[in-house]
């Protein structure tokens, strides 16, 4: 039998493996060895649950938060950096500061700037006990199961200096290999992407399910120690080696800089390594090295003086088209695809580029043939920049929309009063007729589970589905011809198709696919009518009612519901036992808002401002620019303005959009 002086051992072997591997990047032992020390801890565990401490290496994974994230004040702020774009203003910076410190002769650690999620992590006596993210830099949300999902985050510090306390700052990302592997599978399941991986990894960090937050495969490093913690160090450039003698993974280049041309030396360094790198960076940041410097420049607003970020362009590649096809939406909307000579940009492969629509493509005067520079913004969808007039091939045309759909060959119609052109068969062009179907089972609309993009299409080709309610309708059999089923993979779909039915009326309308309803409209719309048949009989005049409702969804919905095969669409989803839930609808007289002004600062994640308008207006608040003492509430979104300071100097109630979300 195990003492627990060698279960302890073995959990600070696992842990020493564990920082080889992630924070030395130097592994000694192989996977299987590493497997097996940790089932041996396992069984351990099990001999001796008594034994478990929070910081065992098998204690990753915790249960579902049900109540979300609780708010954390940050003892002390969360900052941000100012920004910069040229080698001018990063010259700017270093005069500024020799002036302020009053001498010529400093030195500043210059590192990688992350583009991740900033975040803070707490450890007591060594053992990691909280992780928060930046917020609005002076509160934000308790992850710290999420954090700890993070096999790059020991869970126990060992070295010599741990710390009584330590509070270190850093940044939690998805790799650029993890990022597009789960996106090729959300491509797959007919999944709506992430842009990026930064918004992956945010994403991610919100999940309230830490078994699938692991699955996300997010990293971390750390740059920083918050000021207070009992570390002793004077200088950044110590803080880098402080933090990797505890077993935390810091970051990969560093440069101890004296001049602007020390410092350019490395931004073109990293500059060159940028594509290369298995992590999106966005530049790089310049910190004063001297922590009594540091603290005597102090802070404007949320920025320290003594740092500032230079921000690299986005990542461009050079490529040639080698062809212009065109894809067809589910509204029937042509768009100009460029499909190019496969290319390495920021991270991952490139073979195709969305052009937009034909005027796009115009007024580049992109052709076929053409060598043209491609860039991803912010977006997972790489746009056409510029073309290389010199290298344009002899023989090219300027390129057209063709006049028939690519697919169904109906005329196109120019959509009025925009630049799209439009397949205006809707009822007997494939494409479009596929596009609706991998819409409908999508996961904004009806969620069903194992039916992505790759199996619609199948099961359209085979003739076993045409339109949304043939879902419901179909059998064993015919899921069994698909490649790759089998018995479990049949009954997973066929269960997941029975537990779509069961589905909020929101959830519906945006199934049906009614023009400009998106999430947020088709939760007005659904909370207005309660329930689909009233949905289908309000006309024009009720739905402009509804506040953030305008003319133009109100004539989307009416025009909708006014085609009989839309009727008989619908009609064939409910009989088929699709129950969108009803919902009540409320008149919110004793609603907590009712009588209340409120001002909406930074952007929602789940509405638009107009949405939140409404919401609070049909609860009887009302809705001001300005704060002001009358003003009850701040709903302050990302990004706030200065509103939100005025409401903490005024002493007004701030709520997050959770909050909100919950007060609703
Ligand atoms: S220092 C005062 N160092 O950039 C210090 N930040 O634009 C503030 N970031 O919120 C942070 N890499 O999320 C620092 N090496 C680095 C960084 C870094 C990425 C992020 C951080 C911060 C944002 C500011």
Redesign the pocket.
């Known amino acids: 039998m195990a003492t627990k002086q060698q279960y302890d051992e073995l959990c600070r072997q696992i842990w020493h493996h564990n920082t080889l591997y992630y924070v030395e990047h130097a592994p000694e032992i192989s996977d299987e060895e590493y497997d097996a020390l940790f089932k041996k801890l396992e069984q351990m565990e099990k001999d001796h649950p008594e034994w478990i401490s929070p910081s065992s290496p098998t204690q990753r994974v915790a249960e579902s938060l049900t109540n979300g994230f609780k708010t954390v004040v940050h003892q002390i702020p969360m ?3 100012a920004n910069s774009y040229s080698k001018e203003e990063i010259e700017d910076f270093i005069k500024r500061i020799q002036k302020l410190v009053g001498k010529k002769e400093i030195s500043f650690s210059v ?4 583009d991740g999620i ?1 975040i803070s992590a707490s450890f007591e006596k060594g053992c990691f006990v909280r992780g928060v993210t ?1 917020g609005d830099g002076r509160q934000g949300d308790d992850i710290t199961v999420n954090m700890r999902t993070i096999a790059a985050l020991p869970l126990q510090l060992y070295g010599e200096d741990v710390p009584d306390f330590l509070e270190v700052r850093g ?1 939690v990302f998805m790799p650029r290999s993890v990022f597009n592997e789960l996106n090729e599978q959300k491509l797959q399941d007919g999944e709506p992407l992430w842009a990026n991986p930064r918004n992956a990894a945010a994403g991610s960090l919100k999940l309230l399910d830490p078994q699938e937050v692991s699955k996300r495969q997010l990293s971390i490093v750390f ?2 120690v918050a000021e207070e913690s009992s570390a002793k160090l004077s200088k950044q450039s110590e803080v880098a080696p402080f933090l990797r003698s505890l077993g935390l993974p810091v ?1 990969d280049y560093f440069a101890h800089c004296h001049t602007i041309e020390e410092i350019w030396e490395f931004a073109e360094k990293i500059r060159g390594l940028r594509s290369s790198l298995p992590y999106d960076i966005d530049g790089i ?1 310049i910190k004063l090295n001297d922590w009594k410097d540091q603290k005597r420049l102090g802070v404007t607003g949320k920025n ?1 003086r003594w ?1 500032i ?1 230079y921000k690299f362009a986005a990542e461009q590649a050079v490529t040639r088209i080698h062809d212009i096809t065109v894809q067809i939406g589910r509204t029937g909307i042509l768009t100009p695809v460029a499909e190019l000579e496969p290319v390495f940009l920021a991270g991952s492969t490139i073979a195709r580029a969305t052009l937009h629509n034909e005027e796009e493509v115009q007024r580049k005067d992109i052709r076929i043939g053409d060598m043209v520079t491609i860039e991803k913004g912010g977006d997972v969808i790489p746009k056409v920049v510029s073309v290389n007039f010199s290298q344009r091939p002899e023989q090219s045309h300027p390129w057209h929309m063709p006049s028939h759909c690519p697919c169904c060959g109906s005329p196109v119609v120019k959509v009025p009063g925009e630049v799209a052109v439009r397949c205006p068969n809707e009822s007997g062009c494939f494409e479009q007729q596929i596009r609706k179907l991998i819409y409908f089972a999508g996961k904004q609309a009806m969620d069903i589970n194992h039916m992505g993009e790759k199996v619609v299409i199948q099961l359209f080709q085979k003739g076993f589905i045409k339109h949304p309610a043939d879902i419901y309708t179909l059998t064993e059999r015919e899921v069994s011809q698909l490649s790759g089923f089998k018995a479990k993979s049949i009954q997973n779909l066929l269960a997941s198709i029975e537990k779509s039915k069961d589905v909020s009326l929101e959830r519906f309308i945006m199934a049906l696919g009614i023009k400009y309803v998106g999430t947020g409209t088709a939760e007005l719309l659904a909370a207005r009518a309660g329930d689909i048949k009233a949905l289908m009989q309000m006309n024009i005049d009720e739905l402009m009612l509804i506040e953030g409702v305008g003319e133009k969804v109100a004539h989307a919905v009416v025009d909708y519901f006014a085609q009989d095969s839309h009727l008989r669409e619908v009609r064939r989803l409910l009989e088929l036992g699709i129950l969108p839930r009803m919902r009540t609808v409320q008149t919110f007289t004793d609603h907590l808002f009712n009588g209340k002004a409120f001002v909406l600062t930074g952007s929602l994640e789940h509405y638009t401002r107009s949405a939140a308008a409404s919401l609070i207006k049909e609860r009887g608040g009302k809705v001001t620019d300005a704060v002001s003492k009358k003003t009850d509430f701040v709903i302050a979104g990302i990004d706030p303005g200065s509103k939100l300071e005025k409401a903490r100097a005024l002493n007004i109630r701030i709520l997050n959009e959770e909050e909100f979300i919950t007060l609703l």
């Open positions: 900052l941000s950096l590192e990688l700037k992350m900033a930046r940044e740059y920083g970051l940041v320290p740092a970020a």
